[in-house]
């Protein structure tokens, strides 16, 4: 991973609980950190809705979110290189440009809106639906470390980014990285179902599966301790609960559709919505 890692505000207290996160990362990874805020004027040019001074105010209030955001990652960080920039336009379309040349995306679970108008709760998805790179939403600042990043795998190629940034993470990090691949029995499966299915069969199908995936990963990175999790259960059930027990949880996106949230795939869409800790979404 190189460039700079660029972290979205917009006052509120997740927003700079990400920023915090941003710059450790940034840290970690010996790379710049920027700090942005959008702001979107519209709909104040239309004439029925514009008050005056309000531009300034906007922009007021944006510069003092970014000097705010500034001073918390330089208290966090002293040694991380920070800049900051004020963005035109609505937050996820400036953010998914953003993201265009950056490391990662570090953005906030909820957001205020405000002066800058990036309600972050609002675009997380959005923008994990879309940018190339990861994009981290952080739940809030974390109170207890517990040594542990979860990835989620299913032997598919679309793993693959979600597998490096897990691993690059566990070993800057010095984590044991728990790599989670559940499985499900054929949906029409029911007592009456014509053909008979061997269970245990299924669950060693399913350990070789991430045996083989994850044995190049191990040889790459020999320093990280490898826990490998096979459950049968859903995987956003099996992934979310194993996040309350970690300080990352890493998803892969498979989505196809060009459409916001669509593009994220149901798992990651799904994590997102119901994880309790910070997330990060890999896109394949």
């Not at 710049?32 to 959008?38: E, G, M, S, T, Y």
């Not at 009456?192 to 044995?215: C, K, N």
């Not at 990175?221 to 459950?231: E, H, I, R, S």
């Amino acid at each position: 991973m190189a460039g700079v890692i660029v972290a979205g505000v917009d006052g509120s207290a997740p927003a700079l609980a990400g920023v915090e996160w941003a710059a450790d990362d940034a840290f970690r990874l010996r790379v710049p950190l920027r700090v942005v805020c959008a702001v979107d004027l519209w709909p104040y040019p239309v004439p029925e809705l514009f008050v005056p001074d309000w531009e300034d105010a906007l922009f007021k209030g944006a510069h003092k979110v970014l000097a705010e955001a500034e001073a918390t990652a330089r208290e966090r960080q002293p040694t991380v290189e920070v800049s900051t920039e004020l963005l035109a336009g609505p937050a996820a379309a400036a953010l998914r440009e953003e993201a265009e040349e950056a490391a990662e995306i570090v953005i906030g679970s909820r957001g205020l809106g405000g002066f800058s108008g990036a309600v972050l709760g609002s675009i997380s998805t959005n923008v994990a639906g879309h940018a190339p790179g990861p994009v981290v939403v952080v739940r809030s600042r974390a109170s207890v470390v517990h040594g542990e990043i979860v990835v989620g795998i299913d032997g598919s190629p679309g793993c693959e980014p979600a597998l490096g940034y897990a691993f690059e993470q566990a070993a800057l990090r010095g984590s044991r990285l728990r790599a989670l691949n559940t499985w499900q029995l054929p949906y029409a499966f029911t007592p009456h179902f014509p053909y008979t299915i061997d269970i245990d069969e299924m669950r060693w199908a399913q350990r070789r599966v991430a045996e083989s995936q994850l044995g190049p990963w191990q040889e790459r990175y020999p320093q990280v301790k490898l826990l490998k999790d096979v459950q049968r259960g859903h995987p956003v059930e099996a992934l979310t609960l194993a996040g309350d027990r970690a300080d990352l949880l890493v998803v892969g996106s498979h989505g196809r559709s060009p459409v916001g949230a669509l593009a994220l795939g149901s798992v990651s869409r799904g994590v997102l919505h119901h994880a309790r800790c910070t997330v990060a979404v890999v896109r394949a």
